[in-house]
């Protein structure tokens, strides 16, 4: 039985931009180090996940054990006016922010994690496995398999695990076996730990762990950005949007999010973007400069060549970002969808540096109370920005505001004892 007072507002289905896109996507092709990458997505990669990365339909329909797992982890999630913000800039338009950080995990990244995992369920799976970074994803999977009764293995990327005990902690909670990569479970880890004992690792060795543990194991792997499927899937917080903005009779002038692969952005701005009389605007990092410094060409996915490559903008997956907080947008490469429209004008870019987005974080806590994530504050930094110039005076703007940053307050200097 569904809860019947929400589930009304929930959107019962996906939309998938391809169909609509102004010129088809380049599709994937086998990678530089693996030529049969594209087969190896057949074996690793849910069947029915495999299928929507594929299909040219423009709408999906959502499992109903899936809209059920959406209404137990919070969604819909609110939109709220930040009025404070608006005092706080002396803008007289108005700003709006949707927010991710209200759910279960305290981020978007759940959104395409249950359903990865329902199919994964669905098909006879019974563990799954992937990797993480600071650790947002990886608790998204671990939630995602105990929802569906699925085991989950995440591999951590070592100084992560070592800084961040307590996402390790939630992960652990929700009944993850989370291991520090590279690890000894694994033969490409072993390899890399009898040369290094302390090797620090990377996002690159952990995908390949990840990888490597589905294939020898016969459990299937979850993606966690840059894929169609994935951009589908976070549809759901656009379509919530749209339905949210109209009820409150609404007609947004500008939409503003971050990028690092471009999921949370893309699922935020999609379902709108046949309307062009609004303005989309996509953040990414000074530091990770892949809007005004990438190409745009065939490159991998991942560090190591092991999945399929894409044709994107990127700075090149051999590229080494900064250490930022932000670890999320610390990925080289932009879906290829949102690449495209980010070439043909339809989607403009704004970079912003660390220390901006730390002061838009702090802002943003101080005037509206919700503390965002440090991904997330490029796109209120942007918003900011955007609501200073006198061109834009009386504008109704839309924030999604991607996850909370509870557990990355370490960005404001580490507490002393
Ligand atoms: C809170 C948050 N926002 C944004 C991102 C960037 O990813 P994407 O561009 O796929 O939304 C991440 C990725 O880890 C994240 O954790």
Known sequence: MLNADKLEILPKKWYNIIPDLPVPISPPRDGKTD????????????????????????????????????????????????????????????????????TATGSHKINTAIPQAFYAANEG?????????????????????????????????????NQKPLRRTIMNLYGANVFSSPSSKTEYGRQILEKDRNHPGSLGIAISEAVQYALDNDYRYLLGSVMNSVITHQSIIGQE??????????????????????????????????????????????????????????????????????????????????????????????????????????IKTSEVTEDDSREAMRVFSKTQGFIPAPESSHAIATAMEYASNPSNKGKDIVINVSGHGL??????????A
């Not at 990365?53 to 059920?68: C, G, K």
């Not at 670890?327 to 339809?346: D, E, F, M």
């Not at 557990?407 to 002393?416: A, R």
Request: net charge neutral.
């Open 407 to 416: 557990m990355d307050l370490s960005i404001f200097g580490d507490v002393k």
């Open 241 to 346: 949007t749209k339905a949210q903005l109209e009820d409150m009779e609404i007609h947004p002038d500008v939409l503003i999010g971050c990028v690092g692969g471009g999921s949370n952005f893309c699922g935020f701005t999609y379902p709108l973007i046949g309307d062009k009389s609004i303005e989309m605007i996509a953040s990414a990092a000074t530091e990770v400069p892949k809007f005004s410094k990438g190409e745009f060409r065939y490159d991998n996915i991942d560090t190591a060549g092991i999945l399929p490559q894409l044709k994107m903008l990127t700075l090149g997956s051999d590229y080494v970002p900064e250490g930022i907080y932000s670890g999320g947008l610390r990925y080289h490469g932009v879906a290829p969808s949102l690449s495209l429209l980010i070439k043909n004008g339809r």
């Open 125 to 161: 799976i019974k563990e799954i496995t992937t990797e993480t970074g600071a650790g947002q994803w990886g608790t998204a999977t671990a939630l995602a398999a105990s929802l569906n009764g699925l085991r989950s293995n995440v591999f951590m990327v070592r100084v992560s695990h």
């Open 35 to 102: 030529s049969s990458a594209i087969e190896l997505l057949n074996r690793i990669i849910p069947k029915e996940v495999l299928r929507q990365e594929f299909t040219s339909s423009r709408f999906e329909s959502i499992p109903d054990e899936v809209l059920e797992q959406y209404l137990q982890i919070g969604r819909p999630t609110p939109i709220i006016r930040a009025k404070n913000l608006e005092r706080h800039l002396k803008f007289d338009g108005r700003i709006f922010f949707k927010f991710e950080g209200a």
